[in-house]
């Protein structure tokens, strides 16, 4: 890529900010990219892995345009060493993640069905029996407790394991593999023997499910594999992502509680108005700072006008969901909890043809996990002071490390 690059303005393109892996503590926004949104819409950055620089939109409008504009791709991205977060990069065929229209609705048909608010609805009770079983725990045990340790992780992982179709067996294995996949420590070697483990064991599962009628997701995709609709190497590729989704669920609903037990005034709002829990999970879901930096880019195919700046093709571009839900043209105080915020398009799930595809068992969990621990356990309050919370290092996704309460 040349630095001379044309600009709608003639003035000269944005310096390239280092974006480094920050270890940020509490649910503190970056100030790398408090800086970068302050410098302008569009601005290009360096990040610690990868080759060159990329540019970076925050702004709400332009990040929803080029995650649902064709002129930018992600299927290129794998032929190349893009600026990026993970140190180890191998990108697998059939990837949700780095399919592009129509190759992406191909590969995403197959397990549309697990993930429907109709299959929520039908997981819903199971879902529920699982948490129970988990609190009731607690309950017996008596605080103080890790909230981390006894609920939102085992919570999450048995959920997907049960979309997934993942057996009781294997599930301690599949979670060990998924949570050193999305962890940046350990360097490449580390999380290339997690993903051979972990994709070597969907390939199996995929293969004994091919005559099975079963509406697990392996189940769905072996089906697919022996209809032909898709390739074996391709499902491995489908169901990776989405066992690892469960990570997610449990950093983020950690970061939501931690919110909610170190903000009295919204504690106990969220005690009395039950009925308005949806509204507020929502805003918490805008706020929380989600993952590190930013996650995957896309590759301009043509010459597009965006945020004041000509983007050439062949050039690299990252959008930024934590920016996009902290910009005020979308969202008056940005940076405040507006608990009755309405109303609230905010973009943690993503945008586009790549909205997140477990979206809504991300919700139906989200919403158990809140529901059950505040009905469940009365007085429920951190058991030390919110700044001697342990936050998760070197990692992608954000969150509590440990989540001391009593009650």
Aim: aromatic share 6%.
């Amino acid at each position: 890529m040349t630095e001379e690059i044309t600009t709608l303005t003639g003035e000269a393109p944005p310096p390239v900010r280092d974006w480094p892996a920050l270890d940020l503590d509490g649910t503190e926004f970056d100030p790398v990219l408090a800086g970068l949104m302050r410098e302008g819409p569009l601005t290009r950055i360096r990040l610690p892995h990868g080759e060159g620089w990329a540019w970076l939109a925050t702004r709400y409008d332009d990040v929803r345009t080029v995650t649902n504009d064709p002129r930018f791709g992600r299927a290129e991205v794998t032929q190349r060493q893009v600026t990026r977060m993970a140190p180890h990069f191998k990108p697998r065929p059939g990837s949700l993640a780095w399919a592009d229209q129509p190759e992406h609705n191909r590969l995403r048909k197959p397990v549309a069905g697990a993930f429907t608010v109709a299959a929520m609805k039908r997981l819903r009770p199971r879902a529920q029996e699982i948490l129970d079983e988990l609190v009731d725990g607690v309950v017996r045990n008596g605080p103080p407790a890790d909230l981390v340790e006894r609920v939102l992780e085992p919570f999450p992982l048995a959920v997907v394991s049960e979309v997934m179709g993942v057996p009781d067996a294997d599930r301690d294995r599949v979670h060990s593999w998924t949570r050193q996949i999305i962890s940046t420590s350990g360097g490449a070697e580390a999380a290339e023997t997690a993903k051979q483990g972990l994709y070597g064991w969907i390939a199996q599962a995929v293969r004994d499910r091919a005559d099975s009628a079963g509406e697990d997701v392996y189940s769905l995709l072996g089906a697919a594999v022996a209809r032909g609709e898709i390739g074996e190497e391709e499902a491995v590729g489908l169901a990776g992502p989405l066992q690892i989704g469960g990570e997610a669920v449990t950093h983020n609903c950690g970061q939501m509680l931690f919110l909610l037990l170190s903000r009295p005034e919204l504690l106990a709002r969220t005690r009395t108005r039950p009925q308005e829990r949806g509204v507020l999970l929502d805003e918490l879901l805008r706020f929380i700072p989600h993952r590190s930096s930013v996650g995957l880019a896309r590759i301009a195919l043509e010459d597009v006008d965006l945020g004041g700046r000509r983007i050439a093709a062949g050039e690299p571009v990252y959008v930024s969901y934590l920016a996009a839900n902290r910009d005020p043209d979308a969202f008056p105080d940005p940076d405040d909890i507006v608990p009755d915020r309405d109303p609230n398009p905010h973009l943690a799930f993503g945008n586009g043809p790549h909205h997140c595809t477990g979206a809504v068992l991300a919700r139906l969990q989200t919403e158990l996990l809140v529901d059950t621990l505040l009905d469940r356990l009365p007085g429920l309050r951190l058991a030390v002071p919110a700044d001697q919370v342990v936050w998760r290092k070197k990692t992608m996704i954000r969150g509590p490390r440990t989540l001391p309460v009593t009650w």
